[in-house]
């Protein structure tokens, strides 16, 4: 399954771009514990995008039956930067968790469109991270 839809440029389209990835990777029949983890890294990224980056953003899901990947397209040159904040810092944990959380991540220039580059993680789905795995919902 391959899906995309454009985010807005603000911080008001974080929760439907949310929305809308859980829909689509719960009709790719995404398993409960990689859905939870899944969604929480959709979340950072498109945060990123619409925070710190310049329009247009893009969001695509494509999951396979051995991993999903989603990638967040912006016009922003700059790569995202993984930090380790101090815990009384507000924010700057939203790579931190796409790098902690996800089988493997990254950046790709994109060609021949608007979009300058493409944030990307993927998550196989024989690999959930143990901490997150207690929490989700039995089947």
Do not use: C, I, Y
């Not at 689509?24 to 983890?37: F, I, K, T």
């Not at 498109?46 to 925070?51: D, G, K, M």
């Not at 300058?116 to 919902?137: N, Y």
């Amino acid at each position: 399954m391959r899906a995309e839809t454009s985010v807005a440029p603000a911080l008001s389209a974080v929760a439907p771009a949310r929305r809308w990835a859980r829909e689509r990777l719960v009709e790719a029949g995404v398993e409960p514990a990689r859905l939870e983890v899944l969604v929480l890294l959709v979340s950072e990224l498109v945060t990123n995008a619409v925070a710190h980056a310049d329009p247009p953003v893009t969001l695509r899901v494509d999951v396979d039956d051995v991993r999903t990947r989603v990638e967040v397209t912006d016009g922003a040159r700059e790569d995202p930067v993984l930090r380790n904040p101090p815990p009384s810092a507000l924010g700057g944990r939203g790579v931190m968790f796409v790098d902690r959380l996800s089988s493997s991540w990254g950046t790709t220039p994109e060609e021949g469109g608007v979009a300058v580059k493409a944030v990307w993680f993927e998550l196989r789905h024989d690999d959930v991270p143990a901490d997150l795995a207690r929490f989700a919902p039995q089947a």
